[in-house]
């Protein structure tokens, strides 16, 4: 590794330490406390403390630094690790690890995929050509559609637990850390406790929107205090207070500890499991730093700083066990109290945003993935795309933590909540991992089972714990996924329907063919860009324009942008080009495949690099056709690759050359017509944008280039300068009469409801408005 990749990575590991481990480095606070409960206080002497430390340091060695840093971290795609989305996810976790399952295997209930983008270099990388084993296996749940179903159900609740925890982790965080004022000053009342909690929360969803680059810099150093305080901290009581407490490295201290306190130690699983809540973070952020830096910062700081306070806390309350249900202010020496507790309070504060920016990344892959609605995203980083902001999720989740905080009131409650939250989270990231293993890894069913049920069982001991407190707050987290997940899975319910009705009721080809290159209908200058989920086939609502309106553009282009289960798209394979109807229809197909955690832009840019992409398409196709000596069938659907050329340069189907607004305007002006010039005029008064470059394109002087191809690239040019509409189907989705009740209350009822309050598609895709054209029509699916 180079310098500069490595100090690079140094300096996104610092990075890291202020948006990834803020939780996971505070839960020092309450682990402890919550650990011994009134049942286990009974057998609180020496030893039992010991055992409970053992207990912390193996399941804070085995899940974190094994499970995760070890192996999850090792599942990656062309750099990307894909365990970001799962707990705290963007670029992993669970429907990271779901979309490289995806393809590797037919598991996407989502029919759009298309053989081409299976060659595409980003999607191609790490794929083993091997035939496995468990092929057989693969083949099994690619034909079953329900086990594909099931698979999908268990990623929408992984992902909805995560985003729970986004509201469960500001709310105990900040509680625990305002509630060591009330332990000082006894006079404290509860009710002004809560106030200043409310307060310092809505003070950090505000601060979101600055994003997570300068957020990092802002809370590093807090946290680099922070765990520079607890390290010391817990040394200096080893030191003072029991230097003995190393030997509780030994497991024999586990088996000690449950022998003692038997099944009160059992229960007292469900504070211990605290010790380790935030990990899942550090995948689920993996899109805003890299694997590296992710391991560096653990190995080398955090896990050492946790491991020290954590047996710092037990030497001193295997001395002072009347001090348990205050254990780390009351291991704080003194004189340093109220410095120690500024700190605790910042970073608790800072502990809650690593989980608030892993909730932005889970909702914008859910969203690319077409499982969530679509929302605003805004991209907070020019260098950085995996760094993200989202408005209508953070005051969402402002609103519900806000609500936690002053209806329980007690850490107490909400760790049993976040513990039982997180459990099942780990369950989830487990169980894909395993599928990794068999159907990417390529490792044999014997090895994926045993990494199942070896991480089970040690998980499955913790949710037999934390299942028996959900009585007692841990119904929360299943209330709050349970919403999300109805949220989710009825917007992708009425994605997929609209989708296989589009594709069940395509217009006939040979009904287009009929009626010759006019359509019948006057073809007017211009371009139309035809919007629709399709990936072939002409969409049923162009035989609705057709038949309803006068006139048309000369040339149309059928626009399909779709997600690829890939973190990015090179620009070079984003264009899927092919042609429609012969070529006098002068109508064309364009798919535009995008990451998801690529940025989708529609703009000036956006037009010229489909205008370019036609025309390579067509050079291609005449060339190709020349070299034939045949003419490719329509009926064929063949589609090309076309890799767009910069702007500046000359490209070998046409000549680009940049104009300022003023001229480009000037030399198009007698190709537009007075209403369209009008309505432009107007448009550019209330919108206005600062003045920038465009491009005019040529064709090229080419005496061999053949006549037809030189018209039809001439067409091209003349129709692009006449201007572009972006051609939108404003579709109401509605469940067909004969439907089950089910099914009329999911589309008729949960579907519509999110369709009328979520983004437009013309705003998601940033169309100008006096460009759009939309038409209405009904779906009965």
């Not at 070890?70 to 705290?88: C, K, R, T």
């Not at 007292?268 to 910062?297: K, N, P, Q, V, Y």
């Not at 348990?324 to 120690?340: A, G, L, T």
């Not at 599928?435 to 049920?453: M, N, P, Q, R, Y």
Request: aromatic content about 12%; glycine content about 6%; charged content about 15%.
């Amino acid at each position: 590794m180079s310098w500069v990749n490595l100090s690079k990575n140094i300096i996104l590991a610092y990075q890291s330490l202020g948006v990834v481990y803020g939780d996971l480095s505070t839960s020092p606070l309450y682990v402890y406390t919550s650990t011994f409960d009134n049942n286990l206080l009974m057998h609180l002497d020496e030893e039992t403390v010991f055992g409970a430390f053992s207990v912390i340091f193996w399941t804070f060695t085995f899940i974190p630094l094994l499970k995760y840093v070890f192996i999850l971290l090792s599942a990656d795609d062309n750099g990307e690790v894909y365990i970001l989305m799962l707990a705290p996810l963007m670029s992993g976790g669970t429907f990271s690890l779901y979309t490289l399952l995806c393809r590797h295997a037919k598991f996407n209930l989502l029919p759009n995929q298309q053989a081409a983008d299976e060659e595409l270099s980003s999607y191609k990388q790490g794929t083993s050509s091997n035939a496995s084993a468990p092929s057989s296996l693969k083949r099994f749940l690619e034909k079953h559609r329900r086990l594909r179903t099931i698979l999908l159900l268990v990623v929408l609740f992984g992902a909805s637990m995560l985003i729970g925890d986004g509201v469960l982790t500001p709310a105990i965080s900040v509680l625990a850390a305002v509630s060591g004022v009330r332990d000082e000053q006894k006079d404290f009342s509860e009710e002004v406790l809560v106030l200043l909690a409310c307060f310092i929360l809505v003070g950090l969803f505000a601060l979101q929107y600055a994003g997570t680059h300068k957020v990092a810099f802002m809370f590093a150093p807090i946290i680099v205090i922070w765990l520079s305080c607890i390290f010391f901290v817990g040394m200096y009581n080893i030191i003072r207070w029991n230097p003995k407490v190393v030997f509780a490295l030994s497991p024999h201290y586990i088996y000690k500890f449950f022998n003692n306190s038997g099944t009160n130690g059992w229960l007292s699983l469900g504070g211990i499991i605290l010790c380790i809540t935030g990990t899942e973070a550090m995948f689920a952020d993996l899109g805003h730093f890299t694997a590296l830096s992710i391991r560096l910062a653990f190995t080398c700081v955090i896990y050492p700083c946790l491991v020290i306070q954590y047996m710092g806390q037990a030497a001193f309350l295997s001395k002072n066990l009347d001090a348990i249900h205050n254990s780390f202010y009351d291991s704080v020496p003194e004189s340093i109290y109220w410095p120690v507790f500024v700190i605790a309070t910042l970073a608790t504060v800072v502990g809650s945003q690593a989980v608030i920016t892993a909730t932005f990344s889970v909702i914008k892959q859910c969203e690319a993935l077409g499982c969530f609605p679509r929302v605003k995203i805004v991209h907070t980083s020019r260098h950085i795309f995996g760094q993200i902001y989202i408005p209508e999720i953070n005051w969402i989740l402002m609103f519900l933590t806000l609500a936690i905080t002053i209806g329980f009131r007690d850490t107490y409650l909400i760790g049993n909540a976040y513990g039982l939250a997180y459990v099942l989270v780990m369950l989830v990231t487990t169980f894909l991992m395993a599928l990794v293993l068999i159907f990417v890894w390529e490792k044999s069913i014997i090895v994926g089972a045993v990494f199942l049920l070896f991480f089970w069982a040690i998980e499955g001991l913790y949710l037999s714990a934390v299942l028996m407190k959900v009585p007692q707050g841990g119904w929360v987290p299943l209330v709050l996924a349970s919403l999300f997940m109805i949220v989710m899975g009825v917007w992708h319910y009425g994605t997929r329907s609209k989708y296989n009705f589009e594709m069940q009721n395509k217009a006939s080809l040979k009904w287009l063919l009929g009626l010759g290159p006019s359509l019948g209908i006057v073809r007017v200058p211009g371009i139309g860009l035809i919007y629709s989920g399709l990936v072939t086939g002409v969409p049923s609502i162009f035989s609705h324009f057709v038949t309803n309106l006068p006139a048309f553009h000369k040339v149309l282009v059928f626009v399909c942008i779709k997600s690829i289960p890939v973190p990015y798209v090179s620009p070079a394979e984003r264009f899927l080009i092919g042609r429609v109807c012969p070529r006098s229809y002068r109508m064309y197909r364009c798919t535009v495949r995008y990451g998801y955690k690529d940025i989708q832009k529609n703009d000036g840019d956006f037009e010229n690099q489909i205008i370019q992409s036609i025309a390579e398409f067509i050079i291609m196709e005449a060339m190709e056709q020349q070299s034939s000596g045949t003419e490719t069938s329509v009926l064929d659907e063949r589609m090309a690759v076309v890799s767009t050329g910069n702007s500046t340069t000359t490209v070998s189907s046409l000549i680009v050359s940049e104009l300022e607004d003023g001229d480009m305007d000037m030399s198009i002006a007698s190709s537009r017509s007075a209403t369209l010039r009008s309505l432009q005029s107007v448009y550019d008064d209330e919108n206005p944008q600062p003045r920038k470059r465009r491009v005019r394109f040529q064709v090229p002087n080419n005496p061999g280039m053949d006549s037809s191809v030189r018209d039809e690239l001439r067409d091209l040019i003349e129709a692009k300068e006449a201007g572009v509409a972006y051609i939108l189907g404003h579709s109401y989705v509605k469940a067909r009469k004969s439907s089950s009740f089910l099914k009329r209350l999911v589309i008729d009822v949960g579907y519509s409801f999110l369709r009328r309050n979520c983004r437009g598609s013309a705003v998601s895709l940033n169309i100008p408005h006096v460009s759009l054209i939309e038409v209405g029509m009904i779906y009965y699916v």
